[in-house]
């Protein structure tokens, strides 16, 4: 990561600065003239602004104001998006460092202001051979002034280094991140933290017998992988795992199914649920959680080949299970599916999937969320919702009754691989449920893991959504 985040003991006089507070009377001709003094008040007072910038050419003041009647979660959120503005601002004047000046002691506001600005500054510049110096963001450093604790300072850290990991796994297209590539990289990020990880190849696959896996790559040739990434430190607060399962479909034409009009562009982002399970084995390694937690990657590109299964095949899953191909292009929760079956053997606490899985869960709620359901899990459910809350990854709890397991009757296998019209989402975490006996969350997050356009500090391509939810989950594990 090319940003530093630090704690500083004094602030200079030279360097651009952030000053946190809650009210005016806080202001200082200190450092302020009697004429910035009456601008700040005017626009705080008249135009309700909650960030006034000062440009004194050589370096530019920033005076935030923190909603304090704002519940908690709402306020970071607001912090977090002020820091892109501030962000956007420092890389278009070409300044390398900022002060964040904690006036009052808000330490969870002044992280999350650091946080907005450090994950605004991402830049994926992999295929960027010709990008001019003004096109480079200049911000490198950013200072903390506060009575924050290093541990803290630490979790930032890698939270913004993990997400950044997260967003260049989502954003390398299939030319380069083929499924074999993704298994590779989760290796070199195990080795970077001291994680246990394991590569399985084609013919481990196919001893398996991971069926689903197996069926979506026939129509490609690039071989599948499934990885599966172990962190297991001694001082563990749980006996059984907490696992985390994520899609990796690197991309995704639909297969036979095939996708149309322009819904075919975004589809290397159909692993971001693998990327996310990656990158937070990598953080909670990195930060050394006392928590055992596995994750389990199955990956595949989903393309047309003569060989390709079709509407109508009857595959043979990895429990034993037979299920009647509706649609090619309901191919994730195929993939998924071996790896829950896989997941039994743990005998898990918990099993948590992430996937791009339906075009629905995004119909449903739009793009301000990830859709949620669980089953046997409403304790570590309602825990992650909060995280949810806490970093403004939220969470859309949908019913999971079982009513909804009729839409995936077949009349010649086990079961169908897709339901109906309606409620699409819920009868593909339906599905998913089957190839489970464990207590059960699963997240869709179609429509939150790929930003066409620019979306404050998660910027454009990938949004690296479900790391910081993990992470956070996570550390509150560990810490009870």
């Not at 964040?100 to 330490?107: C, F, K, M, P, R």
């Not at 500054?121 to 290093?150: G, H, P």
């Not at 907490?242 to 975004?266: A, E, F, P, R, W």
């Amino acid at each position: 990561m090319k940003l530093t985040i630090n704690k500083i003991e004094s602030i200079s006089g030279v360097d651009s600065v952030v000053y946190l507070i809650s009210d005016s009377k806080f202001l200082s001709t200190n450092f302020l003239s009697g004429s910035e003094l009456k601008y700040i008040e005017k626009h705080r007072t008249k135009y309700d602004k909650e960030l006034i910038s000062l440009n004194r050419t050589s370096k530019i003041i920033f005076i935030q104001f923190i909603d304090k009647k704002a519940e908690l979660p709402a306020r970071l959120e607001k912090l977090r998006r002020s820091g892109e503005k501030i962000c956007s601002l420092l890389n278009n004047n070409k300044i390398r460092k900022i002060n964040l000046y904690d006036t009052e002691g808000s330490v969870q506001e002044t992280l999350a202001l650091a946080e907005g600005i450090a994950l605004s500054n991402y830049q994926f510049t992999a295929y960027r051979n010709k990008m001019a110096d003004k096109e480079q963001n200049s911000l490198q450093q950013v200072n903390l002034f506060s009575k924050i604790e290093e541990a803290d300072i630490e979790s930032l850290r890698v939270g913004v280094e993990a997400t950044y990991k997260c967003r260049d796994l989502v954003n390398h297209p299939v030319s380069y991140l083929t499924a074999g590539r993704l298994g590779e990289q989760a290796k070199k990020l195990g080795e970077e933290a001291g994680l246990k990880v394991e590569v399985f190849t084609k013919k481990k696959i196919e001893s398996l017998k991971m069926g689903g896996l197996l069926a979506v790559n026939r129509g490609s040739v690039d071989p599948p992988s499934f990885t599966v990434m172990e962190w297991k430190p001694d001082n563990a607060k749980n006996e059984q795992p907490y696992m985390l399962v994520g899609k990796g479909v690197v991309y995704d034409t639909g297969g036979m199914n095939l996708k149309i009009q322009d819904h075919m562009n975004n589809m290397k982002s159909d692993m971001a649920g693998a990327a996310a399970v990656i990158t937070t084995l990598y953080a909670v390694a990195r930060l050394k959680l006392p928590v055992y937690v596995i994750g389990l990657v199955p990956a595949t590109d989903n393309r047309v080949d003569g060989n390709a299964i079709v509407s109508g095949d009857v595959i043979t899953m990895h429990d034993g299970t037979t299920v009647e191909v509706i649609n090619t292009d309901a191919e994730g929760r195929l993939i998924l599916a071996d790896a829950l079956s896989y997941a039994k053997k743990y005998k898990p606490e918990v099993v948590m999937n992430m996937a791009t899985l339906t075009g629905s869960a995004q119909r449903a709620i739009g793009r301000q969320g990830m859709v949620g359901m669980h089953q046997k899990a409403e304790m570590p459910f309602n825990s992650l919702l909060q995280s949810g809350y806490k970093v403004h990854e939220r969470i859309a709890p949908f019913p999971f009754w079982d009513e909804y397991d009729e839409e995936l009757k077949s009349d010649i296998a086990d079961v169908k691989n897709m339901g109906g019209s309606n409620a699409g989402a819920i009868t593909a975490g339906k599905f998913l449920a089957r190839f489970t006996d464990y207590p059960f969350i699963h997240l869709d997050i179609a429509g939150v893991a790929f930003n066409e356009k620019k979306n404050s500090y998660q910027g454009v391509g990938g949004s690296g959504i479900g790391t910081r939810l993990f992470v956070d989950f996570l550390s509150g594990i560990s810490s009870q």
